[in-house]
C-alpha cells in the first residue's frame, strides 16, 4: 500500500470513556438512563447517527448534542495516545514513497483540539477530512470519497484503517480495503473476519508497505 488513511477514536487515541461517559451524563441530564454498554456499540460513527441509534427523537438531537459537547470537557483527561502510534506514524510519514492521512468523525473544532493542541498526531498527516465537510459521516462513504478526491489517491493503492463495523463498512463502500486496529479491545468476531487485515499492534502497519 502506498496510501494510509486513519480513523481517529478508538484507533490513534484511545477516547471511548470520553465521549461515552458524556453522552451517558447528557441523556440523563434529559431524563434518559443508559448503562455504558448500551451506549458503547455507537461509538465510531457521528455524535448525530449516534443518537439517532438509540431513538432520540431528531427534533431533540441539537441540544443533546450541545449537552453532550459542554459535558465531554469533564472526561477529556480518560483521553490517550495509543502505545506505539506516534513511532509507528512517524515512519510512515517520514517515507517519501507514503502519503498518510485522516478521515474522522471528529468536527473540525474537535480535530483542532485533539490532532492538533493536545495530541498533535496531525503532523504526522498529509491531509484530513472530518464530519462537517461531508453530508453524511460514517458508514456512509462520503468522507473516504471525499479524501480520495482531495489527495488525488489510487483506490487500489489505498487502506483505511478503523477500529469499528462503521469504519469497515465506510472503507468497502468507497472500494478500499480495510485495516482492522486491535489494539484498543477485543472485536467481534465477523468484524475480524471482513476485515482485509488485522492489526495486533501499531507497528504492523509497516508490513503494509
Do not use: C
Request: hydrophobic letters at 40%; aromatic letters at 8%; proline letters at 5%.
Amino acid at each position: 500500500m502506498q496510501n494510509f488513511v486513519f480513523d481517529v477514536d478508538g484507533t490513534l487515541i484511545d477516547s471511548e470513556k470520553m465521549y461515552m461517559l458524556s453522552m451517558q451524563r447528557a441523556l440523563a441530564a434529559s431524563g434518559r438512563q443508559f448503562d455504558y454498554d448500551q451506549l458503547s456499540p455507537t461509538f465510531g460513527t457521528t455524535g448525530k447517527i449516534a443518537l439517532q441509534e438509540i431513538g432520540i427523537p431528531d427534533n431533540e438531537i441539537d441540544g443533546l448534542l450541545d449537552t453532550w459537547q459542554t459535558y465531554t470537557k469533564d472526561t477529556y483527561d480518560t483521553m490517550r495516545v495509543y502505545p506505539g502510534i506516534i513511532s509507528a506514524l512517524a515512519q510512515l510519514h517520514e517515507n517519501p514513497r507514503l502519503k498518510t492521512a485522516i478521515v474522522t468523525s471528529k468536527a473540525a473544532p474537535e480535530y483542532q483540539r485533539d490532532l492538533v493542541e493536545n495530541f498533535p498526531l496531525d503532523q504526522y498527516m498529509d491531509d484530513h477530512v472530518t464530519a462537517d465537510e461531508v453530508e453524511r459521516g460514517k458508514p456512509a462513504p462520503d468522507s473516504l470519497f471525499a479524501i480520495i478526491h482531495k489527495m488525488k489517491l489510487d483506490p487500489t493503492q489505498t487502506i483505511y484503517v478503523g477500529d469499528t463495523i462503521y469504519d469497515l463498512q465506510a472503507a468497502h463502500a468507497a472500494g478500499l480495503a480495510f485495516a482492522l486496529a486491535t489494539w484498543g479491545g477485543p472485536k467481534d468476531q465477523k468484524l475480524i473476519r471482513d476485515s482485509e487485515e488485522v492489526l495486533d499492534k501499531p507497528h504492523d502497519l509497516l508490513n503494509l508497505i
